[in-house]
DNA sequence: TGTTATTGTCTCAATTTGAGACAATAATAC
DNA sequence: GTATTATTGTCTCAAATTGAGACAATAACA
């Protein structure tokens, strides 16, 4: 109750001060909810994804932020991922809630806010518990302009199968937004958003097998991708090798639901 | 701010007079956060859903509640479907997560209040805005002890294709379910949940059909469901009727994640 | 003993997938 | 020019899976 108390003095007095939806005092946010977000890149063969290193303290996290009070849910993700990536229309597909008590860790978080300088009283705001809607976002790498946030040094693309230890259950969080894009591999039209908007077959391939962890058969996998009738061919790529060119493709467009 | 002045002065007020997780004021529980339940039953061939019918006012929603502050989330939905349904160990999958601003609808919970001859002023906490996290949950109909909680005349199964008209954005949740549970049918093994521990192989079939929406050819059925070495084989059920008495089936148990 | 409705399994065709063969390039070496 | 090299697009054939039906094996009853 204590803690509360304070949190509505802050929150009073924030008001008075004019400032609205600050991350300063978590005035303007709906309590107690968070998201986190994996978003992955394709890039020199690999399936990266972005962190967030905080300053100070070599504690990697995934971007993620608050919803404000005003706010859709699905919404607030966007803000905060075009604030990360610069990137306006982004592909985002929810994931999971983690909601259990155990990732409720004061600790961690008063590490970062002391890192930065910043009072960690045990009322403040980021010490309660959250419970964090997962969501996963696919990017075109090379649209992407990174962006840390006012904790972090630096908010960079790691390839996923080499990362850091992460903060609280980001790590799980990696994992259960991996196991649901391959889970959603052939349902949604999940490779045309990991490339730009035209791109050989092979860059397509590579694309599913660096997201399955396989190989797979070039031949079935042409076939498979042209038979979908899905695929609009495009002039060939001429790339100055010795060998046959490639066609180009984009995906048709369809309406997003 | 006068809403959450007067929402904390209410906490206050109920922490002094020793009460805990009280749904009379919301002291207890995490903020903004909901959970809706699509709980799904099979009876005489058909899906079935749970619905509650609240006092005097003919609105009808999905079984639903909050988390504790010191709960896990899945936990707390676990713990609203027991009282709700008697079940202990309930089949749960997450679903999806309703964020939208456009569903916060505070006229209807005031009309639910009023109805129930509660005060409903404007700061009362169930007229704050909610996520709302929702989850399908498969029951063995013949298990099931219905309980209405305190607002409701009812708690009763509806066929999933007659449902009256639901509160709020209900429906939508329902079809999300109903759409997870039909992409989940094959990964995970859901008919089995929805039917005593033994069954026949009409049975299960007739679980798959109604999921589905569609009718599914017997043989090939027998073939694929057999084939996946899932199902264990019991003796012979006699039904008294003048054909050959179909054999008897279960699922070999696998470790839950 | 025959009849009826239903079940378990088998068969054969149709379709999809796996795996490789092969001709068609685009640049380079000669 | 002509041969060489690496890669691509398509085709073919076998293997595996699925669709659709045939059929014998029941339980109960007339």
Known sequence: MKIELLLLKNRLMAKKAGQDASIADGEGYLTNIAYDSVVFGFWGGQ????????????????PGGFVKRDEDLNAAVKRGLKERTGIDTIYLEQCYVFGDVARHQPEVLRTILKANGMPAPNEHWLLDRFISIAYYALVNYNEVVLVPDALSDSCTWYDVNKLPSLILDHSTIVAKALQTLRANLDSKIVGGNLLPK????????????????????????QRKMLGLGILKRHQKKYSGKAHKAPYMYSFKKTKQP
Chains 1, 2 share one sequence.
Request: proline content about 0%; charged content about 20%.
């Open 198 to 221: 035209q791109f050989t077959m092979k860059e397509l391939q590579q694309v599913y097998e660096a997201i399955l962890g396989t190989n797979i058969r070039r031949t079935t996998f």
């Open 47 to 62: 399936l990266k994804i972005l962190l967030m290193e905080y300053h100070n303290t070599g504690l990697f996290a995934l």
